[in-house]
């Protein structure tokens, strides 16, 4: 996202205005900030600090790592990542593999059907997924999937496919004449695909991989409904079922929160520009 | 010789368009055409999920529309439309100030705003049941320190205003994003406007309302889509704070559908209402297509 260097002609005229303004940021960081500042504070007391102490107050000890120590180690927080990235990275690779083919077809050729095919890709955006679980599930329960990871990564793949719009509109913009010289020089058609155009797609694969791994990330509903093994739980799972049997010790609930929106606040902290860009344009054009 | 040459392209071309399309559609078909045709099927019957299904006509949507369950999650979806139009509005308020060179510290505020956006729905679900505690909780204890102590809130006390609670908590984890997806659209508007205007010694507000307002109304639009579809379809604050709960005066089309389904083993029920949401959502999307369409006709 690019400021203009050129000052803008859109100002404000009045004083009470840059002043409301700037009441209004500060209102707003201040209330994004209040909340996690207590959560960071609360991972660090004791159950009895936690109960009795001021909630605006810092810990006593801001070493006490109790709550994080049992947390990742009776709850399991370690098996949770391993099985979230098993699924982010597995999905990831279909994801880009499937919506690259299907985008390289869509954007260079001609054929009959195409404009229904085109359709038929366009279904899961009209119809969201989530809306059609109990109906899934019961495919899934059927196939044999249920209570395994390729539950996951299946439903994953298939049910989301916004990253055809990023790949589209990408596709486009890279010349139609490179494809043709390529063929002129007897390259094959997947040759062209697997040589010329993925590695020019680059930037819109990694937008489409920002968003794809935030969503898997952060997503509760496919890790609950179908893998409720406790040795296929995710970061997400994990947390809920352990967290909410524990609701009264607010530490620990502090420390389970901490852990995890850790991984994605650092990915925003070094990927901050990216990271923006990339989800307004999956926003908008999906 | 040259027919020869077009036509094994030809058939290069049918083979690779095959290939790269057959798997996709087959996982498209099978997890995504297959389970919406089945969820409409089942949604005449009065299946529980296992064995045979019975053919029971419209009675599952009857009985929805009868005992006022349909009524109650339309009812309880209002309030996170309510809230999400507002989150809208602050959106665009937030955005139009940031889009000012004048203002200081612009990638600060727009980095710590959109920040809610990337943190995960069930944490930050944990921490809003935190905040929102009534003994303990921040919010309370603010309000009893500055001498409001009779307006002490059950902000999740199972009432309908639990619902706005609810919503609250997308409306902090929404508002940063809204606010980018704006910020891009004012970017884009030229200067040339502004200076126009400026000539005509225009009022900032006018600017506002003649210039910046008509120029980002598709955006508007697109916002406001995302938005209906997403408090259609809110689960995740009342799935991990209040489970729909007490009595389904915080239940939204999702968590109501899940629990019959895996609650109740009434996969009809569940099928029937979740049927509903996709033709409200459908609904709300043909609403805004025609809006965008008849704006098309106009400017052309």
Redesign the interface.
């Known amino acids: 996202m690019r400021h203009k260097s050129l000052p803008s002609m859109m100002e404000f005229e009045k004083t009470w205005m840059k002043v409301a303004s700037y009441g209004l940021l500060i209102l707003v960081v201040v209330i994004v900030a209040v909340p996690l500042f207590i959560i960071v504070t609360l991972s660090f007391k004791t159950k009895t600090e936690a109960l009795s102490s001021n909630i605006f107050s810092l810990p006593q000890n801001l070493l006490y790592l109790d709550n994080y120590v049992y947390i990742w180690t009776r709850g399991k927080l370690l098996t949770g990542f391993v099985n979230t990235g098993i699924l982010i990275v597995t999905s990831l690779i279909g994801s880009i593999l499937m919506g690259s083919m299907i985008s390289f077809i869509l954007a260079r050729f001609s054929f009959t059907g195409k404009r229904l095919l085109y359709l038929a890709f366009l279904f899961p955006t009209v119809v969201p997924a989530i809306t059609t679980q109990v109906a899934t599930f019961t495919v899934v329960r059927d196939i044999g999937l249920y209570n395994t990871i390729f539950a996951g990564i299946v439903l994953y793949i298939a049910t989301d496919i916004m990253q055809i719009y990023i790949f589209l509109q990408h596709i486009e913009k890279i010349p139609l004449a490179i494809d043709e010289s390529a063929r002129i020089d007897g390259a094959s058609y997947l040759k062209i695909y697997s040589r010329i155009l993925l590695p020019q797609m680059k930037p819109a694969i990694a937008t489409a991989a920002i968003i794809k791994a935030l969503m898997i990330y952060n997503d509760l509903f496919i890790p609950y409904l179908y893998m409720p093994k406790s040795s296929l739980k995710t970061v997400t799972t994990t947390v809920l079922s352990f967290v909410a049997d524990r609701t009264s010790d607010w530490g620990l609930v502090g420390a389970g929160i901490v852990s995890v929106i850790i991984p994605t606040v650092l990915l925003y902290v070094f990927l901050q520009r990216y990271i923006i860009v990339g989800v307004v344009d999956g926003a908008v054009k999906a | 010789m040259r027919n020869r040459f077009t036509s094994t392209q030809k058939r290069?071309?049918t083979v690779?368009?095959i290939a790269?399309?057959a798997?996709?559609?087959l996982?498209?078909a099978?997890?995504?055409?297959?389970?919406?045709a089945?969820?409409v099927q089942?949604s005449f019957t009065n299946w529980s999920?296992l064995g045979a299904m019975e053919f029971i006509g419209l009675k599952n949507y009857q009985e929805l529309l009868r005992n006022g369950e349909l009524l109650q999650v339309l009812f309880n979806v209002s309030a996170y439309i309510v809230v999400m139009l507002i989150q809208v509005f602050l959106a665009l308020?937030?955005a139009i100030?940031?889009?000012?060179?004048?203002?200081k510290g612009?990638n600060f505020?727009?980095?710590?705003?959109?920040?809610?956006?990337?943190?995960?729905?069930?944490?930050v679900a944990?921490?809003?049941?935190?905040?929102y505690d009534y003994q303990?909780?921040?919010l309370n204890?603010l309000l009893r320190l500055i001498g409001l102590e009779q307006c002490a809130i059950q902000w999740i006390s199972g009432s309908y205003m639990t619902n706005y609670s609810l919503g609250l908590i997308a409306m902090?984890r929404y508002?940063?994003?809204n606010m980018?997806?704006f910020?891009?659209a004012l970017?884009s508007i030229s200067?040339m406007y502004?200076?126009a205007?400026?000539l005509d010694g225009a009022?900032?507000i006018q600017?506002v309302r003649y210039?910046?307002l008509p120029s980002i109304q598709t955006?508007f639009e697109?916002l406001l889509l995302?938005g209906f579809?997403g408090a259609l379809?809110a689960?995740?604050e009342p799935?991990?704070i209040t489970k729909g709960g007490p009595g389904g005066i915080t239940d939204t089309?999702?968590t109501k559908?899940?629990k019959y389904?895996f609650d109740f083993q009434n996969?009809g029920l569940?099928?029937a209402l979740?049927v509903m949401?996709?033709l409200l959502?459908?609904l709300v999307?043909g609403v805004c297509k025609g809006i965008l369409l008849r704006k098309g006709r106009q400017s052309a």
Do not use: C, D, H
């Not at chain 2, 505020?109 to 944490?123: C, D, H, K």
């Not at chain 2, 944990?126 to 905040?131: K, L, V």
């Open positions: 290069e071309k690779v368009i790269f399309l798997i996709p559609f996982l498209l099978l997890f995504s055409f297959y389970p919406a089945k969820l089942i999920g308020v937030l100030i940031l889009n000012q060179s004048s203002i612009r505020f727009r980095s710590w705003t959109f920040l809610p956006y990337m943190l995960n729905g069930v944490a944990f921490m809003f049941s935190i905040m303990r909780g921040p204890v902090w508002t940063g994003l980018v997806i910020l891009g970017q200067n502004y200076e205007a400026n009022s900032f600017k210039i910046t955006t697109i995302l579809n379809q689960y995740f799935f991990v089309f999702i559908s899940l389904a996969f569940a099928s979740a949401l996709v959502i459908l999307m």
